[in-house]
T-cell receptor
């Protein structure tokens, strides 16, 4: 059973639209949840993290967490072509030695 | 964030040889990890680099193939030994530190390895 699951996509949205990226996790003991952006040929870059139920906003990005449903999402408002990348969801489970579990990533393309 | 550097950034190696990758992190990093990312795939954790002691390897990775050292808090090396074309991958070093109330991982720029 995979620890973290994401729809691999590809997901395509027009410029200016809202992109919605989803992630589910299996370990109910997970406490912190992270979104990374990875451009082709580059290393993952942290966008934001969340650890409380509800929404957390940072600029055009909003992370949403629902621990009861074991679900975390990332919304990108006013999507730009520069947002085209692979987005990795990661989960930190302290009961497994603070290891991070990464999803397989969702490829996002923003069409000008 | 954390400042993490890695070298070399890329290399092309012959089968049967070894390559050592270096990773330097800033002093606020507490834990260091090594990952592999094969083309089109997500990240696979190789091991946790432990300061002054043997690394903790994940299933499928062994010390003889991927010896890791971490002589101090801010420096670690990963060696890919007796390489084969299947070892062609991006190798990523990450550092973990407390940020915003939670442990957070940051990645170095990666080493792109091609084995011929």
């Amino acid at each position: 059973q995979k620890e973290v699951e994401q729809n691999s996509g590809p997901l395509s949205v027009p410029e200016g639209a809202i992109a919605s990226l989803n992630c589910t996790y299996s370990d109910r003991g997970s406490q912190s949840f992270f979104w990374y952006r990875q451009y082709s040929g580059k290393s993952p870059e942290l966008i934001m993290f969340i650890y409380s139920n509800g929404d957390k906003e940072d600029g055009r990005f909003t992370a949403q967490l629902n621990k009861a449903s074991q679900y975390v999402s990332l919304l990108i408002r006013d999507s730009q072509p520069s947002d085209s990348a692979t987005y990795l969801c990661a989960v930190n489970a302290p009961n497994t030695g603070n290891q991070f579990y990464f999803g397989t990533g969702t490829s996002l393309t923003v069409i000008p | 964030s954390a400042v993490i550097s890695q070298k070399p950034s890329r290399d092309i190696c012959q089968r049967g040889t070894s390559l050592t990758i270096q990773c330097q992190v800033d002093s606020q990093v507490t834990m260091m990890f090594w990952y592999r990312q094969q083309p089109g795939q997500s990240l696979t954790l190789i091991a946790t680099a432990n300061q002054g002691s043997e690394a903790t390897y994940e299933s499928g990775f062994v010390i003889d193939k991927f010896p890791i050292s971490r002589p101090n808090l801010t420096f670690s090396t990963l060696t890919v030994s007796n390489m084969s074309p299947e070892d062609s991958s991006i190798y990523l070093c990450s550092g973990q530190r407390l940020a915003g109330g939670t442990d957070t991982q940051y990645f170095g720029p990666g080493t792109r390895l091609t084995v011929l």
